[in-house]
């Protein structure tokens, strides 16, 4: 977040909206390069969480060895793809006529290094997951991401080029995959005296069918966001891009709320599942998608008071807020937040075939409608696209989806989040009448009406014995999984 945050006003003030936004373009060809993890992280993390929890310690290095080393191959091939296409002298960006110059191409190679590496790297990495540690590994990557943060801002705040920039990125990620390595085997004993390997790549082609579900769902988030990035670009103008991408990661801030949850709790599911508490996993997704669709509202709300005063700061007054833009980013992030959540307890378990066609359709039906909206409305077009495609790929299906796996009525998800999304709109009303004062005091009549009204109205959202039991978990200490 902190990324998100403090990079784009240096962004700008460095290269300008144009700059950026060509930037933009870049970075949003290379995110395809790490949808080459074809849905193994996902998966292989939860065999091993699976096989780690019946304690089959030997399973787990065969396995740990042979998703490795599968990734290591494929990454390696798809290096060598990489140099050959940056060698073919018509190369261009979407909507461009002139081929890419060789500063671009040498952007491109860096950005390209640094996601690749990502791909094995984030296979061995879920062995936090797996084997209770989450906390460590999400601290040591955060260590090392501040360094490179503090880093960043300094090399942007001297206006560093964006070739220089991109060769900073690419030893960044160099530095970071060897000291998660290192960590990893000092600290795990499960990780040691593991054989990597062509023979472990070899039978770890096997992981393949299971996890290309996982596949096809990460493309399709991809093309959500960066492809329309691309059309954008192709049927509008950089500066649109930086004005759509600014937006969006500001109105994105609201994602950060399931994030914090999301990242353990997919893992405690996998655990329980494991474990076979059906009971336990369905009230905890329940109470996962109603509560954080409903504090996802109230972080929505929050923005929706203080970006109209930050954006302009946050941007160097070179983009100008579009309020509808915002309201339809800030809507499409709280139902998210709700249908999404869904998904995890699917995700968590290897059941992910089930959404995996929605998916798909999300980003078609996105797609399809930016390449129609965008000449029309403009970066309007292309957030009406994504919220379209959300609601009739999203909202409407993975709670039903969810349901069904956990052998319950789809209405207890949908009763959920309807009681969370009246709570937030009772909200939204009462802060849209104190907002009505002018300037600085309309922001601060809302806070305070939304600080006074927050309690009240979780408490119509969560019964007492969720509350309770939340009351509970929350004071509970749950000891760490050794091996």
């Not at 999301?262 to 059906?278: D, I, K, M, N, Y």
């Amino acid at each position: 977040m902190a990324n998100a945050i403090f990079l784009v006003p240096l962004f700008l003030q460095a290269w300008g909206a144009d700059g950026y936004g060509q930037w933009l373009a870049l970075t949003a060809l290379v995110a395809y390069l790490a949808l080459l993890d074809l849905g193994g992280q996902a998966y292989i993390g939860n065999l091993l969480a699976r096989t780690y929890v019946l304690g089959d310690m030997a399973r787990f290095r065969r396995g740990l060895a042979e998703g490795v080393s599968v990734y290591l191959l494929i990454t390696a091939v798809a290096f060598l793809v990489v140099i050959v296409m940056l060698a073919l002298p018509e190369i261009r960006l979407p909507g461009q006529v002139e081929p890419i110059g060789l500063s671009e191409r040498m952007i491109l190679l860096f950005l390209s290094i640094a996601t690749l590496l990502g791909v094995p790297g984030g296979v061995y990495v879920t062995v936090y997951r797996a084997t209770g540690r989450m906390a460590r590994g999400i601290m040591v990557g955060n260590i090392v991401r501040s360094i490179n943060l503090a880093i960043c801002i300094a090399l942007l705040w001297l206006q560093i080029t964006p070739l220089a920039y991109a060769g900073v990125l690419m030893v960044q990620a160099v530095v970071l995959t060897f000291i998660v390595i290192a960590d990893i085997k000092r600290q795990i004993r499960a990780s040691r005296n593991v054989d990597f390997g062509w023979h472990a790549a070899q039978d770890g082609w096997q992981h393949m069918r299971g996890s290309l579900g996982f596949w096809l769902i990460a493309l399709a988030t991809t093309l959500n966001f960066q492809g329309v990035i691309l059309l954008l670009n192709a049927r509008g103008s950089s500066d649109m891009v930086a004005l759509y991408a600014t937006t969006r990661t500001a109105a994105g801030m609201i994602g950060y709320v399931s994030m914090l949850l999301g990242t353990p709790l997919v893992a405690e599911l996998t655990f329980l599942h494991a474990q076979h508490q059906r009971d336990r996993l369905t009230q905890i997704t329940v109470l996962a998608v109603k509560g954080l669709l409903f504090v996802s509202g109230i972080a929505a709300l929050g923005l929706w008071l203080i970006l109209p005063v930050v954006y302009p700061l946050w941007t160097g007054r070179q983009l100008t807020l579009q309020p509808l833009l915002l309201a339809v980013l800030l809507v499409q992030g709280v139902l998210a937040a709700g249908w999404n959540t869904s998904s995890w307890i699917l995700l968590a378990t290897n059941e992910h075939r089930r959404i995996t066609f929605w998916a798909v359709a999300n980003a078609v039906t996105t797609v399809a409608l930016a390449w129609l909206l965008i000449p029309k409305l403009g970066v309007l077009g292309a957030a009406i696209a994504t919220l379209c495609g959300d609601i009739f790929c999203g909202l409407l299906v993975y709670p039903r989806k969810a349901a069904a796996m956990l052998g319950v009525g789809s209405w207890t998800f949908f009763k959920g989040m309807l009681q969370a999304g009246s709570s937030v709109t009772l909200l939204t009303l009462a802060i849209s009448l104190a907002t009505r004062l002018p300037g600085l005091s309309g922001v601060a009549a809302g806070s305070a009406v939304l600080g006074f009204l927050f309690y009240p109205m979780l408490r119509l959202v969560l019964s007492q014995q969720e509350r309770r039991w939340l009351l509970t978990t929350f004071r509970r200490t749950r000891p760490a999984t050794t091996g």
